[in-house]
């Protein structure tokens, strides 16, 4: 969805949103890969659960600043 409304929030304080959320998919895909790629040492749920904490924290922090009308500081960035 975000890549599909990407165009309607161009130019507004919204479009980093758009851009955070993309990038906190693209992101959390690749701790599925890394878990999946440590499956066979067992690390696998450390990686899971440190990428859900992550994920959730950014989740949380971009919702909140959207609901406060707040722009994204860095929006490609992998820190809030």
Do not use: N
């Amino acid at each position: 969805m975000a890549y599909i409304k990407r165009p309607d929030f161009a130019g507004t304080i919204y479009e980093g949103h758009m851009t955070f959320a993309i990038r906190t998919f693209w992101i959390c895909l690749m701790f599925g890969i890394g878990a999946l790629a440590l499956r066979g040492v067992g690390m696998e749920l450390m990686i899971l659960f440190i990428g859900s904490i992550w994920a959730i924290v950014r989740v949380v922090v971009g919702l909140v600043r959207a609901i406060d009308a707040k722009p994204i500081q860095k929006p490609r960035g992998w820190t809030i």
